[in-house]
């Protein structure tokens, strides 16, 4: 007789998008969770809510909770709302704008004060494909920065795939997956630092506080 398989554990984290306006948050999540690209893309409002789950290995998957937020200032006070018990964030520039990196430093720097101390932080220099043609930010330059804060960090491309995958999966490997089954073992639910909001709990109550109409399509997606 076979061995019946064991059934996958799925550890939950949250994830959330920062950075300036138009420098590709959206796309990159896009790109992520439906493998698709739009060269005409509106401004996110509020902020959007996707999942997408990741296969680490065969006994473990990582679902990823995503907040896209929206880069314009005017929803900058938003942007606590959706990192706070954040486990995960991905703070992204344009790598033909040297102040979108400018902006991403400060979002860094915000995170490092105010989010969970835990909290695993990616930069991502976003629109690799125009490299040859637009690059205004040295690659080294911004690896420098990544390192001395000790963040991951990768040039990507939502437009041609490249490195986004792998700039996902390379945070869940960072993640303290031990300590996430063990806190769901308890029942928690979710992987969340500072105590288990990374669940459904945190995004119904967020949704709940925000304006804005579902996002037609998936099931687990919603702009808000
Ligand atoms: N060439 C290129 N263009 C990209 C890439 N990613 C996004 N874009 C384009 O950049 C523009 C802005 O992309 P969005 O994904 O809407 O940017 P965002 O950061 O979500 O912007 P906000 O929602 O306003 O914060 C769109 O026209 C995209 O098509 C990329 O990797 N390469
Ligand atoms: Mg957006």
Redesign the pocket.
Request: glycine share 10%; hydrophobic share 25%; no cysteine.
């Given at each position: 007789m076979a061995t019946p398989r064991a059934t996958p554990k799925q550890l939950q984290f949250k994830l959330v998008l920062l950075?300036?306006?138009?420098?590709?948050?959206?796309?990159?999540v896009l790109r992520f969770v439906k493998d698709q690209?739009?060269?005409?893309?509106?401004?996110?409002i509020g902020a959007a809510f996707l999942t997408q789950t990741v296969k680490l290995d065969e006994q473990t998957q990582v679902k990823f909770e995503i907040w896209?937020?929206?880069?314009?200032e005017r929803y900058k006070s938003l942007a606590p709302m959706y990192y706070r018990n954040a486990n995960c964030a991905v703070v992204?520039y344009d790598i033909t704008q040297p102040q979108s990196l400018e902006k991403a430093k400060s979002w860094i720097r915000e995170l490092q004060r105010q989010a969970d101390p835990n909290i695993v932080i990616a930069l991502a220099g976003?629109?690799?494909?125009?490299a040859t043609t637009r690059r205004a930010v040295p690659r080294e330059e911004a690896e420098r920065y990544a390192e001395e804060e000790k963040l991951l960090f990768l040039e990507?491309?939502?437009?041609d795939s490249t490195n986004v995958s792998e700039l996902f999966a390379l945070i869940a490997r960072k993640l303290p997956l031990e300590s996430a089954a063990n806190a769901q073992k308890r029942g928690g639910g979710g992987a969340a630092a500072g105590g288990g909001a990374a669940g459904g709990a945190a995004g119904v109550d967020l949704r709940r506080g925000q304006q804005g109409a579902a996002q037609g399509g998936g099931q687990d997606a919603c702009q808000c």
């Open positions: 950075g300036e306006s138009a420098v590709g948050k959206s796309s990159l690209f739009d060269d005409y893309r509106e401004s996110t896209d937020t929206a880069g314009q992204v976003n629109k690799a494909d125009l990507t491309s939502a437009k």
